[in-house]
């Protein structure tokens, strides 16, 4: 049987690409959404016409009981979970002393806590079978820090925490946990910047230009394939901030 894989977010953007690439490879795919329920029937509707095998699955990963709907989801269309790629994320730009408890708590429960929920539900069903493949999209922002961003890059921070943590503990059950931490990549995330700040963006990249998502979704797709890396940060970035 092909392997099943879950994209938190698969509905845009990098996500998106992800599920694409993904069902392209004959991986049978769940996708995730939350908001954009035509966005992920028309991807679906695509991949299916062309004999792929995405199904799709409305869950806010901020809420434990909606993740766990997600996973039983998985179980019942295809019985197992070999990759689960914790890719649904939010950005906010605000300076660190204008950040209202809202604020905190929402970018820490979709950026961090979901990835605690995703994860530990899906490993009841990977840990049995002593096989499993986890990726985690944090960013490069994690690495790096970013200015107005404290509390993004704080959640990505502990997303990389996770993985490496997790890829200690789980190497033994032959679970393989590794983080892509992209640079900026041209999706809705970054729609806010004017024609006038993607040009010195631009300037800042080695390679000179925003990344796509295709180029994420390749990584992921190399990730899952690679059976002796685990543990990894892996920054597609273009050069940037390096
Ligand atoms: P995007 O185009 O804004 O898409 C975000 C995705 O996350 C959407 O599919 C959205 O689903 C989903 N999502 C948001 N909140 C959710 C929730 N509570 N429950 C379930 N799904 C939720 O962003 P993107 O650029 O593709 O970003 C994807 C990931 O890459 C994020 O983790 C982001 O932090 C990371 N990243 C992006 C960049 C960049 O430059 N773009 C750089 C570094 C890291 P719905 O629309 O269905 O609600």
């Known amino acids: ?9 698969g509905s845009r953007g990098i996500g ?11 991986y049978n795919v769940i996708l995730n959404y939350y ?9 679906k509707n ?5 004999g792929k095998t995405v199904e799709i699955y409305k869950a806010d990963v901020r809420n434990r009981e909606e993740v766990k709907g997600l996973i039983n989801f998985a179980i019942e269309k295809f019985g197992r979970i070999d990759v689960l790629i914790n890719n649904a994320g939010i950005c906010q730009s605000k300076l660190f002393t204008d950040l209202t408890d809202d604020d905190w708590n929402n970018m820490i429960q979709t950026n961090l806590t979901s990835v605690f929920y995703t994860t530990q539900e ?9 096989e499993g493949c986890i990726i985690n ?8 820090g970013a200015s107005c961003e404290a509390h993004y890059s704080a959640a990505k921070a502990g997303v990389d925490g996770i993985t490496k943590s997790l890829a200690k503990e789980l190497g033994p059950s032959n679970i393989r946990v590794n983080s892509i931490a992209p640079g900026a990549i041209d999706t809705d995330m970054n729609k806010f910047l004017t024609v006038e ?5 631009n300037n800042e990249i080695p390679l000179e230009r925003m ?5 994420i979704a390749s990584c992921a797709k190399w990730l899952i394939e690679n059976e002796y890396t685990t543990g990894q940060v892996i920054s597609v970035n273009g050069g940037w901030l390096f």
């Open 137 to 144: 999209i944090s960013s490069i922002y994690g690495i790096t």
């Open 46 to 50: 695509i991949l299916t016409n062309c």
């Open 122 to 130: 899906a490993l009841r069903y990977m840990v049995s079978r002593k």
């Open 16 to 26: 998106a690409a992800i599920v694409e690439e993904l069902a392209n490879a004959n």
């Open 35 to 43: 908001n954009s329920e035509n966005e992920a029937n028309t991807i």
């Open 197 to 201: 700040e993607r040009k010195e963006l």
């Open 1 to 9: 049987m092909n392997k099943v894989v879950i994209v938190t977010g």
């Open 211 to 215: 990344g796509k998502p295709e180029e």
